[in-house]
């Protein structure tokens, strides 16, 4: 038996491939802000909350590091709405998204915040700064630093993790791939395609975090 | 429509053992791939660095989904008909190779480079310091992080279920299809995965923790 490729068919598609494509960044990127912002507030009030907040925040970084992404996203698509809360597909994936980077990223700014050493705090505090001051000058950006290849992976794992939300039909790249490959029934070509758009992507956020990385904290701070 | 009782929980429940039989197949296979990946990654011939290296960004580089795809679909076409309890095995011992693979090198490379030069001092051959000396005391900084994929794996295979396989996740979809009632089999599933993955995570901090605690004492000693 042999097969025969025909990529040809896949490039006549491709734009939807790369607005597909597009959508996958979109939602990642903004996961990646909302839940930094949702990790930055919970690992504050994870470390320096009262003790009922510190365990509600426990709870909630264990429950959603411990169970699938798929389940959690169904639970945000079709659970929800049961209880009245309703999202379209794209918005239930990126709500998914926010909250299980969210967890994650919670218990990396806080392995970060807990390596910035006590004297620089009780620094701070001698300098008279405020407790949110003292957070965010003294502790938040060494506590990045310290943890910011960690969370550069976590994202990686979060973007290509976003191929699973094609299960709820919000179309993004791995959705767009299954309705091309049923209508055209190239599924390797089609697949293939895609994988390496993933790989390009993934590859591309790489490289950007290294930039990122270089420009925010290495450059002229020696 | 049907109720949700204690069968339909124990369809759900029945569903987790592929959810377990899944994971540990995965784990031993992809564990011997990765024990080989991850010695070829720390090869002495670059070329084979270099494929190790490659199989490890692509498999870490690309979905999981798309990587059972392709397997699923893309081996049919030469000719090998795959079932799917099949295409899945291959994909997640594939996948649990790359992520193991790239652990343990990396625990490897940990060990310090005078243990290499003891090692060949004594006259040892490359195969004999690595197997004698490398690698047993490579396993004890590895087991930590090893656990941990572990509930990565698990989770992973809830992916499965989007090619149809049934386990956890898909008896869960199939229950709430025949009950309508998400709200409830949802979280349900849910904990479940939760009783599988929050006893290891437990255990992979405990274990890092302990190891932590040797270090330092090690260090004072």
């Not at chain 2, 699923?72 to 693979?101: E, H, K, P």
């Not at chain 2, 992916?159 to 089999?185: D, K, Y």
Request: proline share 4%.
């Amino acid at each position: 038996m042999t097969y025969v490729f025909q990529f040809g068919i896949v490039f006549d598609h491709i734009d939807r491939m790369l607005l597909g494509a597009w959508l996958t960044i979109r939602l990642s990127a903004m996961a990646l802000v909302l839940g930094l912002m949702v990790a930055v507030i919970c690992a504050y009030l994870r470390t320096a909350g009262p003790r009922p907040v510190r365990w509600l925040i426990a709870a909630y970084v264990e429950l959603f590091r411990n169970t699938p992404f798929l389940v959690q996203l169904y639970i945000v698509f079709f659970a929800l709405p049961q209880a009245g809360i309703r999202f379209d597909a794209n918005e239930a994936a990126l709500a998914a998204m926010v909250v299980n980077f969210g967890a994650y990223a919670t218990e990396i700014v806080r392995a970060g915040v807990q390596s910035v050493p006590v004297g620089q705090i009780e620094t701070g505090l001698a300098l008279g700064l405020k407790r949110l001051h003292i957070y965010r000058l003294i502790v938040l950006f060494p506590a990045i630093k310290a943890v910011f290849p960690a969370l550069a992976s976590q994202f990686i794992l979060l973007l290509l993790g976003s191929s699973v939300v094609s299960a709820i039909s919000a179309n993004e790249l791995t959705a767009i791939s299954n309705t091309l490959q049923s209508t055209t029934f190239r599924a390797f070509e089609v697949y293939i395609v895609a994988t390496l758009m993933y790989l390009g992507i993934a590859v591309a956020f790489r490289g950007l975090f290294a930039v990122a990385y270089w420009f925010v904290f290495v450059r002229g701070r020696e | 429509m049907r109720q949700f009782s204690t069968n339909e929980f124990l369809f759900i429940l029945a569903a987790g053992q592929w959810t377990v039989v899944l994971s540990l197949i995965a784990f031993s296979m992809g564990g011997a791939l990765g024990l080989l990946i991850a010695l070829l990654r720390v090869s002495v011939f670059a070329p084979v660095r270099l494929a190790a290296s490659g199989y490890i960004q692509v498999f870490q580089g690309t979905p999981l989904l798309m990587q059972l795809f392709l397997i699923y679909y893309g081996l049919g076409l030469f000719g090998l008909r795959l079932d799917t309890w099949t295409a899945v095995v291959i994909a997640y011992s594939a996948y649990t190779g790359a992520f193991l693979g790239e652990i343990w090198r990396g625990c490897i490379q940990a060990i310090p480079r005078e243990q290499w030069d003891g090692a060949t001092a004594l006259a040892l051959t490359y195969l004999q310091r690595l197997f004698l000396v490398i690698i047993p005391q490579a396993v004890r900084i590895a087991i930590p992080p090893t656990v941990g994929f572990m509930v990565a794996l698990v989770k992973a295979t809830a992916v499965a279920s989007i090619i149809g396989f049934v386990e956890l996740t898909r008896a869960g979809q199939l229950m709430t299809n025949a009950t309508f009632q998400p709200m409830l089999v949802y979280p349900i599933v849910a904990m479940l995965y939760f009783t599988l993955c929050w006893p290891l995570s437990l255990l992979a901090q405990y274990l890092e923790r302990r190891m932590r605690v040797d270090n330092a004492i090690g260090r004072k000693a």
